[in-house]
């Protein structure tokens, strides 16, 4: 099965069908070589994609991460913030003679 993923340079973890029920977690051994805690023995890269997709897992800034969660978190509240200020200056007018 040809991959359009080229097998990482790097030591890494990869992911098939991840968010899947079914989703393994791979750990490079060597070139070519990947091995998980399901799976007894080794999978070559062209073979790791024949169980599905491949998501290759790569770790987070966590200061970074916290900053864009808070940041998201403030632009629902100041959405929420504006769908009520212009109801509540609707209900002005509808109310004013």
Do not use: H
Request: hydrophobic letters at 35%; a negative charge.
């Amino acid at each position: 099965m040809a991959n359009e993923l080229e097998e990482p340079e790097f030591d890494c973890v990869v992911a098939t069908q991840w968010g899947c029920s079914g989703q393994q977690l791979w750990m490079r051994a060597s070139t070519d070589a990947w091995t998980s805690e399901s799976a007894s023995g080794y999978l070559s890269w062209d073979e790791l994609f024949e169980l599905g997709e491949v998501t290759i897992l790569t770790p987070v800034n966590l200061d970074r991460y916290e900053a864009g969660r808070r940041e998201g978190r403030f632009e629902v509240l100041r959405e929420v913030d504006a769908s009520l200020r212009r109801i509540g200056e609707a209900t002005y007018k509808i109310g004013k003679p």
